[in-house]
């Protein structure tokens, strides 16, 4: 669908160990890539979500627009973490003027804050009966009696915090998503089997978020304080040596004598054996809860799913066919504007704020 370059949206992942941006043009020909960059957040700027100086990610911000040349100011950023919840509820049938003052109360049940401290926001969801409805309504059937509704809650005060962040770059908040969803978006126009059930693990460097979807639709989410930052702290700890040859060491930046390489492999083993662990419960647990739901493939995206072996050791220990997300494979690509072999190399990083980049002001 082309959207005009009024509405259009630069997408803008703000994560706690780089800044990435993604320039969409939304055309009737197809989405063609404009844009797409990186920037190192400052050091602990970004801690679980939370923005912790302002000053420093709104100079890199700025520094990222400036390099690139970006013209448009409006922007699409995402939440992540704690603060924000995402769950699926089920409602009795109801007029639509009632269903806010339901999702009031149903959602007092699930948020463990105060629920004035929070911004609600939910969309209906589709259901399996409701599909079904048409069909049996004709047959003389009666229709299912209830409703599905996602309910988003985001803490108002991490909200503010990032409204302030984005002016403080001299920018415009169009729309203010989550992470989950923005990789659902790019998950689905660069995967064929989209419509499939599958899951979304998304393991950055302080964060793994697991996101089960059905139908196009969430079922399960989870985010847990896991990334590629416990191996950097473990290498440091190991070695005595500082953050920035840690990184060379564990992206394979730094030759080692063998006894040296077996320690290092032993910090990456035992890491990623506790990551596997922890997407093989929430995947148990959805199977457990959703039987009717089978996961058929697990999409994997984040800089840290390239650790070598978490990949394979996943697939090994879910028994789940395994892919990479490469949200760059249905866009358009000016290779004079922008390096191919560099998209395909930052491709697992780029989910979130390509599926930013698809929105667009007054997008619901």
């Known amino acids: 669908m082309a959207v005009s370059k009024k509405k259009s949206l630069v997408g803008l992942d703000i994560g706690s160990h780089c800044i990435k941006l993604v320039e969409i043009e939304h055309t009737k020909h197809g989405r063609v890539l404009r844009n797409f960059g990186v920037a190192a957040t400052p050091p602990n700027a970004i801690v679980e979500g939370s923005v912790k100086d302002v000053e420093a990610v709104s100079a890199a911000i700025k520094s990222l627009f400036r390099n690139l040349k970006v013209r448009n100011s409006n922007v699409a950023v995402s939440l992540s973490g704690y603060s924000v919840i995402a769950k699926k509820i089920a409602l009795d049938r109801m007029e639509e003027s009632q269903i806010e003052k339901a999702i009031q109360g149903e959602a007092e049940k699930y948020i ?3 629920i004035s401290e929070v911004n609600l926001d939910f969309a209906r ?3 399996k009966s409701e599909a079904e409805e048409v069909t049996e309504e004709e047959g003389g059937s009666a229709a299912p009696e209830g409703m599905e509704m996602m309910l988003v809650a985001a803490k108002r005060e991490i909200i503010d915090e990032y409204v302030e962040l984005v002016r403080a770059a001299d920018l415009n908040p169009g729309v203010l998503d989550v992470d989950i969803f923005a990789l ?5 126009i660069s995967w064929e089997g989209s419509e499939e059930c599958f ?5 950055g460097a302080k964060e793994l978020e697991i996101n089960a979807i059905s139908g196009g639709v969430s079922t399960f989410s989870r985010d847990s304080s896991y990334g590629g930052a416990q191996i950097t702290e473990a290498i440091m700890s190991e070695f005595g040596i500082d953050f920035q040859e840690a990184e060379k060491l564990k992206l394979g930046g730094i030759e080692l004598a063998e006894k040296k390489r077996e320690r290092l492999e032993k910090i990456v083993t035992r890491t990623v054996s506790a990551w596997v662990g922890e997407i093989k419960r929430a995947l148990d647990f959805v199977a457990s809860t959703h039987a009717d739901a089978a996961i058929e493939k697990i ?7 390239r650790i070598p072996g978490f990949q394979k050791y996943l697939e090994m220990e879910t028994r789940i066919s395994v892919e990479a997300l490469n949200p760059f494979k249905s866009l358009v690509i000016d290779s004079k504007r ?7 190399y930052m491709a697992p990083q780029a989910g979130v704020a390509v599926g930013l980049a698809l929105r667009y002001i007054d997008d619901k």
């Open 125 to 127: 969801v589709k259901s």
């Open 112 to 114: 463990p804050y105060d």
């Open 338 to 344: 922008v390096d191919p072999d560099y998209l395909n």
């Open 199 to 203: 899951a979304i693990v998304n393991l």
């Open 184 to 188: 659902q978006n790019a998950v689905e």
């Open 299 to 305: 999409i994997v995206s984040g800089g840290s799913s």
